[in-house]
T-cell receptor
Framework: SQTIHQWPATLVQPVGSPLSLECTVE??????LYWYRQAAGRGLQLLFY??????ISSEVPQNLSASRPQDRQFILSSKKLLLSDSGFYLC???????????FGPGTRLTVT | GNSVTQMEGPVTLSEEAFLTINCTYT??????LFWYVQYPGEGLQLLLK?????DKGSNKGFEATYRKETTSFHLEKGSVQVSDSAVYFC????????????FGKGMKLTVNP
């Protein structure tokens, strides 16, 4: 069966520090991968998605970036965090032409 | 473009009350429609789905019917439980478009005993 992992589960970082969140999927190959952010009162916002290694589509211009160095690994990064980057970050995977997505447990990021 | 509009809440109900969460959509063609649920501190889980007009999705006592004439996919449950306390998201997937779901803003439901 397929599983999706995210780490860390929680993170507290000062403003201006770098960020690296990791997401890995097991039990499947060539998945579509997604990063979402859930900020208080703002619902679920798609940040990036990838349909293959090295292929990243950005939905929202901001100081975050994403990379997919391996087929089942998706990384969300920032060089300098802002207070507004606080939120709950969710990774998800899916299949091309199949609308269902499977979500990871999330990372709670607090920027202080 | 494609979009989903849903009740945002928050909503507080007593146990055994009837629940309706409204969801309407705008999309070209014939999208698939979904309800996802997020329990406290967790990621999202698929609750139910419908892929064509007049389909009814159901799971855990929840139901939603794909109404093309009103572009709606309202979620209902006849008798809510404390364990239904969660955030509920309506979403659509438009065939032939990019490989992504379009979500509503979510509605937080709290059920009190």
């Amino acid at each position: 069966s397929q599983t999706i992992h995210q780490w860390p589960a929680t993170l507290v970082q000062p403003v201006g520090s770098p960020l690296s969140l990791e997401c890995t999927v097991e039990g499947t190959s060539n998945p579509n991968l997604y990063w979402y952010r859930q900020a208080a009162g703002r619902g679920l916002q798609l940040l990036f998605y990838s349909v293959g290694i090295g292929q990243i589509s950005s939905e929202v211009p901001q100081n975050l970036s994403a990379s997919r160095p391996q087929d089942r690994q998706f990384i969300l990064s920032s060089k300098k965090l802002l207070l507004s980057d606080s939120g709950f970050y969710l990774c998800a995977w899916g299949r091309s032409l199949n609308p269902r997505q499977y979500f990871g447990p999330g990372t709670r990021l607090t920027v202080t | 473009g494609n979009s989903v509009t849903q009740m945002e809440g928050p909503v507080t109900l007593s146990e055994e009350a009837f629940l309706t969460i409204n969801c309407t959509y705008t999309a070209t063609g014939y999208p698939s429609l979904f309800w996802y649920v997020q329990y406290p501190g967790e990621g999202l889980q698929l609750l139910l789905k419908a892929t064509k007009a007049d389909d009814k999705g159901s799971n855990k006592g929840f139901e939603a019917t794909y109404r093309k004439e009103t572009t709606s996919f309202h979620l209902e449950k006849g008798s809510v439980q404390v364990s239904d306390s969660a955030v509920y998201f309506c979403a659509l997937f438009a065939q032939g478009g990019s490989e992504k779901l379009v979500f509503g803003k979510g509605m937080k439901l709290t059920v009190n005993p």
